[in-house]
């Protein structure tokens, strides 16, 4: 009993050897295979979208990233450089861009000055925002400034005008002469009755819904 | 069927600028059976465009690549469903559809216009039947659908990949019929000023058709965000692209209308600003057309740059010198019924809400035509992008936030200092409460602060008005608060649904502050192997590589990037994002490559945060993978707000309930004078 188990125990123990041995040969086998192992190769490369490079940590770099989002991409689909390159992988220009931007950075500039020497060589347009300054800084306060100037002026008038109404209603109104009879027909006035209470009650809660 | 395709065009316009002559002239020399001509008009120019769309439609279904837009937009393989949403793909199409809905919508107007508004209605062909009219002018001098290539090619070009997608089915349509149903509140308007009927009549008859024309509006931009988010993968749904901004610019000042027409209805004031925002709201709905196909701004949504963007310019200028003239020679008779009585009003409240919705949208035209102003006046050539529309917009969204809250709590005519107290004191505490628990949490991004703690307020707001109606019913008719709550909504339709809409915009609100604390990386991985992104929650993901595999699928070839993700340790499951390759057939068995290889996105969403995976392409042609990973906090609320949004207008547009507001005497100008004559003066 006992050879037979250590037998079997030693054949089971080959069968593992021999199975390892298999797959590493097949695990090598598979690198140069399309399609299998490892990283296999792709059966048709162009319609994954052509080749692409590695990423390194520059590409990440929050540095980089903050520098590319406050610039335009130049191929025409009005994004930041960043989201360009990252989103419309057929864009030749955000990688080279991107590229510009890291040689820039590598000269030792800052992230003012790498956003400088953009616009120094591309114009004004690079800038996801124009600068404020000048007359693009009266195209960041136009707005607000006339929502706040036509919201401040309608205010005046508006106050100024309910004021008015205010004091012209407080004014004591002249009471034209009543002819004779009618002073006790309003003096005897029934007071109202519950059912028109409710109904007053009711009309003046559809004033305020 | 290009034959009768053009012979439909050319009778639809004879028989639109029959409609529009004879609507103006009949109606203004008191003659009623030209108006029933007119009527009759209206409903043949539908039936007319609905033969050129069918032509174009069999066109489209059968091949038929001798076409030159057929050939444009589709092509042998293209599914059956991007064949028949082809119609409105490119931009000749599009302005078959936009003529053909603006007539159905025309004709609707004629049939379901109750009878007391009849003096209006010739009036309202006229000047729904000018507006096709001139759609199909542009058509037939300068984007005729049914023109004919010399020879014909064996395939047709094919759908670009990114309109590829169901939102392309859904989204273009209804944001056409948001723009297009405007016509029908201008034609309203229009037809009150030239008729001199300018009490409220015109405004209860285009009640729906603005409610409509709005929600439209809405469902269409969500649509548009959806798709941008699903489709265009950069992990965004909103950029401030000029396209964007158009559909916005109609969406806020539709908005800002139907709240103005609370106080004409009720108050009979603000009568001129009612007709200028209505008047103003169609001319931005054609401005969007003319941004859209004049090419005249750079946006990743414009049609192939063409001539018509001229016809479109010179239609908005002949419609807003005509328009605000007929306004200008009225203004007398829009004098108010009464005046604004205090300061702390509900009405001062939607007056300032008016404002700041109408400055929003001035503020969204400014930024969107300050490149080409620019230019003018420096010389200079600028981009005006997301940074700009952020910094000036923000604030200004978040006013109208705050008095998002602020109306409903205020009484009407005069709000007295207890008034203010009691409505005011659990709202605040609510918006000052998560203010304070979001700063304790940790949260140092002030304007998400602020914006939260304003939703928080407007929540408050609203849950105090729901709260305090269902306790009310509760009181008076023994109801269980769930039946309360439902009755109360059920009975008072407008003033709850747009509290549902409310809700809807706060939601928005939320997720579009999450957006701020969005985090992404790049990273390339072999199978196997794995990388960790922490999200703004602190959950650290961690998504392994797992390989490529390429198949076939469709008008495609698929390649697909799989990624195993776990969240703090625990799978959550594979996502897959995919590079998608289309081809044409244009023989059997010859295959050829259109357009660019386009992006898939992988989106596993929850309600705290969306995984947004994108697979960039491979390294020299393995199964090494670039990707990008993206967490976007709080993206799912978009949509939710959206359906909130939906829901709460069609609550408010659903017939019956007390609608508040109505006002308890018929309109004497119309009921009068039509029992005596029995037909349109």
């Known amino acids: 009993m006992n050879s037979s188990r250590r037998a079997f125990l030693a054949g089971l123990g080959g069968l593992a050897l021999g199975g390892a041995a298999v797959s590493r040969l097949s695990a090598q086998q598979g690198e140069v295979l399309p399609g299998q192992g490892e990283t296999g190769t792709l059966r048709d490369p162009i319609s994954a979208g052509g080749a692409r490079e590695r990423v390194t940590h520059r590409d990440n770099d929050p540095f980089v990233t903050g520098v590319e989002k406050r610039l335009h991409c130049t191929c025409g689909c009005t994004l930041d450089i960043y989201t360009c390159r990252t989103t419309d992988f057929t864009c030749s220009y955000s990688p080279a861009l991107h590229k510009e931007v890291l040689a820039l950075e590598d000269q030792g500039k800052s992230a003012d000055e790498i956003v400088a020497a953009f616009v120094a060589k591309y114009g004004e347009k690079i800038l996801m925002a124009p600068k404020p300054e000048g007359f693009n800084l009266f195209g960041y306060v136009f707005p607000t400034l006339a929502v706040l100037l036509i919201g401040g002026v309608m205010f005046a008038i508006l106050r100024q005008r309910t004021r008015m109404r205010e004091v012209a209603a407080s004014a004591p109104v002249p009471v034209p002469p009543l002819p004779r009879g009618a002073a006790r027909a309003v003096v005897a006035a029934p007071p109202a009755s519950a059912e028109e209470l409710s109904r007053l009650e009711r009309e003046l809660k559809e004033l305020d819904p | 069927m290009t034959l009768l395709g053009n012979f439909a065009l050319w009778t639809a316009l004879l028989v639109g600028l029959w409609a529009a002559v004879i609507g103006f002239s009949g109606r203004w020399h008191g003659r009623p059976e030209l108006a029933l001509s007119v009527t009759r008009a209206v409903y043949a120019l539908f039936a007319v465009l609905l033969v050129a769309v069918a032509s174009l439609w069999q066109g489209l279904i059968r091949h038929d690549f001798n076409i030159e837009y057929v050939y444009s937009y589709t092509s042998r393989n293209l599914p059956s469903y991007y064949i028949v949403s082809a119609l409105w793909a490119g931009r000749k199409g599009s302005l078959l559809f936009w003529a053909t809905v603006l007539s ?112 439209f509006l809405s469902i269409g ?223 140092r991004n002030y304007m998400a602060v602020v914006a939260l703690g304003l939703a928080g307020f407007v929540v408050g707001t609203l849950g105090q008005e729901f709260a305090r109606g269902t306790r009310a019913r509760h009181r008076m008719y023994q109801e269980s608060y769930l039946v309360a709550l439902g009755r109360l909504i059920a009975r008072n339709r407008r003033r709850y649904g747009g509290y549902i809409v409310h809700a809807g915009m706060v939601i928005y609100f939320c997720a579009f502050a999450g957006y701020a604390f969005k985090t992404e990386m790049e990273a390339t991985l072999k199978p196997g192997a794995s990388v960790s992104l922490k999200s703004p929650y602190g959950h650290v993901y961690t998504f392994t590589h797992l390989g490529v595999s390429q198949f076939e699928q469709l008008n495609r070839v698929v390649t697909q990037a799989s990624v195993q993700v776990t969240r703090d340790g625990k799978s959550i499951g594979v996502v897959n994002s995919e590079k998608r390759q289309h081809f044409s057939e244009p023989a059997p068995g010859v295959r050829q490559k259109s357009f660019e290889p386009s992006t898939e996105v992988g989106i596993r969403s929850n309600l705290q945060e969306d995984l947004y995976i994108v697979y960039a392409g491979s390294v020299a042609g393995t199964e090494e993978a670039v990707y990008r990973f993206t967490i976007n906090p709080l993206v799912l609320w978009v949509w939710i707000g959206g359906v909130v949004l939906v829901v709460g207008g069609l609550i408010t547009m659903w017939p019956g309930g007390v609608v508040s507001g109505t006002p308890r005497h018929k309109q004497a100008g119309y009921e009068v004078q039509l029992a005596g004559s029995g037909s349109a003066p």
């Open chain 2, 221 to 443: 931009i969500t649509l548009g965000m959806w798709w941008a988010y699903v489709e265009l993968g950069w992990g965004g749904y909103w950029a401030w692209d000029p396209v964007e901004n158009a559909s916005l610019l109609p969406w806020l000042t539709m908005s800002a209308f139907l709240h103005s027409v609370m106080i004409q209805e009720k108050r009979g004031m603000l009568k001129r600003w009612n007709m200028t925002l209505i008047i103003g709201s169609f001319l931005l709905s054609i401005f969007g057309t003319f941004i859209t196909r004049s090419g005249v701004i750079a946006s990743v949504h414009s049609f192939t740059q063409s001539n018509v963007g001229y016809f479109f310019l010179g239609f908005l200028l002949a419609s807003a010198i005509l328009s605000y003239t007929l306004l200008y020679t009225r203004w007398d008779r829009l004098e108010a019924d009464v005046h604004l009585e205090s300061m702390v009003s509900r009405e001062a409240a939607f007056l300032f809400n008016n404002l700041l919705l109408v400055g929003v949208a001035f503020s969204v035209l400014w930024g969107t035509l300050f490149p080409i102003l620019s230019e003018a006046v420096r010389g200079t050539k600028i981009a005006v992008g997301p940074p700009f529309f952020n910094k000036v917009n923000v604030p200004l969204g978040l006013l109208l936030l705050a008095l998002t809250g602020v109306g409903p709590l205020i009484a009407w005519r005069k709000a007295s200092t207890g008034n203010l107290r009691r409505q005011f004191i659990w709202p605040v505490v609510t918006g000052l409460v998560v203010a304070i628990l979001l700063l304790a949490l940790g949260m």
């Open chain 2, 104 to 215: 159905m919508f025309a004709a609707l107007a004629q049939w379901l216009t109750p009878a007391r508004y009849r003096a209006l209605m010739p009036y309202v062909a006229a000047v729904t039947s000018s507006v096709a009219s001139f759609f199909i002018i542009v058509m037939l001098f300068a984007s005729n659908p049914f023109q004919r290539l010399p020879v014909t090619p064996p395939d047709g070009n094919g759908l670009n990949p990114q309109l590829q997608n169901i939102g392309m089915v859904i989204h273009p349509p209804m944001l056409y019929l948001g723009y297009i149903s405007i016509t029908i509140p201008f034609a309203f308007a229009i037809a009150a000023l030239l008729s001199r009927r300018l009490d409220t009549g015109w405004i209860q008859a285009i009640r729906k058709w603005t409610l409509m024309s709005w929600l």
